[in-house]
């Protein structure tokens, strides 16, 4: 009975260690913006995303009163920490992606172009408060206002992509905290000849943005 007992008291303890360890922190505090890796392939973020991703939930919604494209951009931080500190992050234009982005697509011969700064609007910081891992938040891309240039935006019968680099700086938060040392940049790449613009609801037509950008021959 006190051999029983005992591998009893053991087997308990042994338990509790396991219960204790798998809520013990692990990993490292990195920070990074997970769309920088939604192709698999580099840093491109293709908008639209295509028709996996639902693309008004996912990764753009239009406003048509507004006329604005809202694209989801974010941070997380990796690892496993039992308490999550809050952290906040600068988020800006990041030039040297954006020409890297569009030397790339010249030596493909591909018509591509800068989606200008001044057509969009960028939040200056991301905040991610205590007790989560990340958080999104919107570029904005004034459609109507793009709209009104898109005679300069047609090259062989067809849009140009649009490219803007973006990069997360100046990482406000715990000391083990850190900037990831990859995907801390994303390109984003707009798409007007994209057919994955149809996601728009089929009671809400007027959602769809291929209305402002009826291609000029």
């Known amino acids: 009975m006190k051999k029983i007992l005992l591998l009893s008291i053991v087997l308990m303890a042994a338990w509790a260690c396991q219960k204790s360890d798998a809520n013990r922190d692990y990993?490292?505090?990195?920070v990074y913006i997970p769309q920088a890796g939604?192709?698999?392939l580099d840093?491109?973020?293709p908008i639209p995303l295509g028709p996996f991703y639902q693309n008004r939930d996912y990764a753009c919604r239009y406003d048509p009163s507004s006329g604005m494209l809202q694209i989801v951009v974010g941070v997380i931080?990796?690892?496993y920490f039992s308490t999550q500190e809050a952290y906040s992050v600068s988020l800006g234009p990041c030039k040297s992606e954006t020409d890297r982005k569009l030397a790339e697509?010249?030596?493909?011969?591909v018509p591509a172009t800068e989606l200008k700064q001044d057509l969009c609007s960028i939040p200056a910081r991301i905040e991610v408060g205590r007790g989560q891992s990340g958080e999104t938040c919107y570029v904005g891309v004034d459609m109507k206002a793009l709209a009104l240039q898109k005679a300069s935006l047609v090259s062989d019968s067809q849009y140009k992509l649009l490219v803007l680099g973006?990069?997360?700086t100046n990482l406000n938060g715990p000391a083990n905290y850190e900037l990831s040392d990859k995907n801390t940049n994303v390109v984003i790449v707009l798409?007007?000849?994209?057919p994955h613009w149809d996601t728009v609801p089929a009671d809400k037509p007027e959602s769809d943005i291929r209305k402002l950008f009826p291609l000029i021959q």
């Open 38 to 40: 939604v192709t698999g």
């Open 43 to 45: 840093n491109s973020y």
């Open 105 to 109: 697509y010249a030596l493909k011969e």
């Open 191 to 194: 798409d007007l000849n994209s």
């Open 77 to 79: 931080r990796s690892g």
């Open 27 to 30: 990993g490292f505090a990195k």
């Open 166 to 168: 973006l990069e997360i």
